[in-house]
């Protein structure tokens, strides 16, 4: 089974085409990061817009370089994500396929990040704890199976994408703020500064960031411009300690023997190289997907897509997207391993 796969949750333009058979046959991915740098974050309105101009040219060349033919199936993120966004990504793959006559289905974008380490040659078995680190979210998710999900602990505040951006905002660094950051932070001194791990002091398996931004914000402020790289290394020692931290807490409270860290700060060397320590140290597997395959793309929704597609009849597919979707709404898909054939979720929330 051939899937095609679309990704317009936000600031990336992203398809694919994978094949239950062959694997990934193709994917590309059109970012606009050049078009929100001037205004310091994504504009939502420009974000739809680009997407309107950029998803059907790329749709067609990622068919092209998978050998052309109609897919079997369209998948496209429903959400969460920036509704307009979302819109373009869900019209297109109603459109299509009206048009090629194939069933389509909407994947939930954070489903997608989970389950992009299938993609790799070592994927995970299951169960295992997933770590989801991007832009909105910051998850620590127990997953049993596809569809299987318990949330341990999310932020209460800010996704830690999201101090890591604004953390970069504040130290005059451009959008997007992570990999920014990460940069600067490598010429900085460790051990400068010491901001908290905040909320690793009690037992539990929420974050927060947002009084981590604070500590950061009034030090650069006290040491100055020339302190900014050992700034940018301090808060990100801080952030990966404390990620690395709950997630052997997640790994404790559940048993589980695997890791799985996605989205799009899981490209953060420091987090890996840390994660990597950790799960060495307890015997523990851990999976990654490809850098590229951590922050947002085409591939990981083909991928979900043809999961959900395969097991059962999809549900009617109007063109639906949520802005806000909790994770734990999801349902295994039809006749998934054994017996619970209860559907794609039930919560609606527009
Ligand atoms: O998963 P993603 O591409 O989009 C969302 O679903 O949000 O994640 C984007 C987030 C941004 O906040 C970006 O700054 C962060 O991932 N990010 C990084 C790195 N690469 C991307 N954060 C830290 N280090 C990185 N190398
Ligand atoms: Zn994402």
């Known amino acids: 089974m051939r899937i095609l796969g679309i990704e317009t949750s936000c600031d990336e333009t992203g398809v694919a085409v994978y094949d239950t058979e062959r694997g ?11 078009l929100h740098a001037d205004y310091g974050g994504v504009v939502p309105e420009l974000a739809s817009r680009d997407h309107v101009r950029k998803l059907l040219p790329l749709i067609d060349s990622v068919r092209a370089e998978a050998g052309g033919g109609v897919p079997d199936g369209v998948a496209y993120t429903a959400g969460p994500g920036l509704v307009g966004a979302l819109l373009v990504g869900a019209s297109a793959a109603a459109g299509l396929g009206l048009a090629w006559d194939v069933p ?5 974008h954070m489903e997608g990040h989970l389950l992009s380490p299938m993609l790799e040659d070592d994927p995970p078995a299951f169960p295992f704890v997933a770590l989801l680190v991007s832009g909105g979210h910051t998850l620590l998710v127990e997953v049993a199976g596809v569809g299987r999900y318990r949330i ?7 996704a830690v994408g999201e101090a890591f951006d604004k953390t970069a905002k504040l130290l005059g660094l451009g959008y997007p703020g992570g990999p920014a950051l990460a940069a600067l932070a490598e010429s900085g001194d460790p051990g400068r500064f010491a901001f908290p791990r905040p909320m690793t002091d009690r037992p539990g398996l929420d974050f927060s960031f947002s009084g981590l931004k604070t500590a950061v914000l009034l ?3 006290d040491a100055g411009e020339t302190a900014y790289a050992d700034v940018a290394r301090g808060f990100e020692e801080a952030v990966v300690d404390t990620l690395a931290i709950k997630c052997a807490r997640a790994l404790d409270a559940t048993g589980a023997g695997r890791l799985v860290v996605a989205g799009g700060v899981g490209a953060n ?10 799960a060495d140290e307890r015997g523990a597997g851990l999976h990654f997907p490809r850098p590229a395959f951590c922050t947002d793309n085409g591939a990981m929704i083909a991928y979900a897509g043809s999961l959900r597609l395969g097991e059962g009849t999809p549900p009617p597919a109007p063109a639906r997207a949520r802005a806000r979707w909790p994770l734990d ?12 054939a209860q559907g794609y979720g039930n919560g609606s929330d527009r």
């Open 24 to 34: 990934l046959l193709a994917h590309a991915l059109h970012s606009q990061v050049a």
């Open 104 to 108: 389509v289905i909407g994947v939930h």
């Open 152 to 158: 341990l602990g999310s932020s209460v505040d800010d």
């Open 219 to 221: 030090a650069a402020r």
């Open 269 to 278: 060397r420091r987090l890996r190289a840390r994660l990597r320590a950790l």
């Open 329 to 340: 709404e999801l349902c295994p898909p039809m006749n998934h391993r054994g017996t619970e």
